[in-house]
């Protein structure tokens, strides 16, 4: 059974910092490139950064490039989100996903994150 477990999220104030983490089981995680996006209210849920497989590779999202850290750790299965100098426009949900070509893709249930004095 395949599982995406986000944990982390909370509430923080303006110019803040927190790190959300995704635990997988029940597929090779290794061989998944992995995401997080988030999602506002009201909004569209878009991406936010990805990491390769083999973690080589990391895209951002303009708006948190040099803010936000995407790493992950294939012993442990889990990716990670490193949110530094956090705005009140980062409240969102989060959520981590999953996918490989030709393969299921997979989501998280999603983390809260507030960023509100």
């Known amino acids: 059974q395949v599982q995406l477990v986000e944990s982390g999220g909370g509430l923080v104030q303006p110019g803040g910092s927190l790190r959300l983490s995704c635990a997988a089981s029940?597929?090779?995680?290794?061989?998944?490139?992995m995401s997080w996006y988030r999602q506002a209210v009201g909004k569209e849920r878009e991406l936010v950064a990805g990491?390769?497989?083999?973690?080589?590779?990391?895209t951002y999202v303009d708006s948190v490039r040099g803010r936000f850290i995407i790493s992950r750790d294939n012993v442990k299965n889990t990716v990670y989100l490193q949110m530094s100098s956090l705005k009140p426009e980062d409240t969102a949900v989060y959520y981590c996903?999953?996918?490989?070509?030709?393969?299921?893709?997979?989501w998280g249930q999603g983390t809260q994150v507030t960023v509100s004095s």
């Open positions: 996903y999953a996918q490989r070509e030709g393969y299921d893709s997979y």
């Open positions: 990491i390769s497989g083999p973690g080589l590779s990391k």
């Open positions: 029940g597929f090779i995680f290794s061989r998944y490139s």
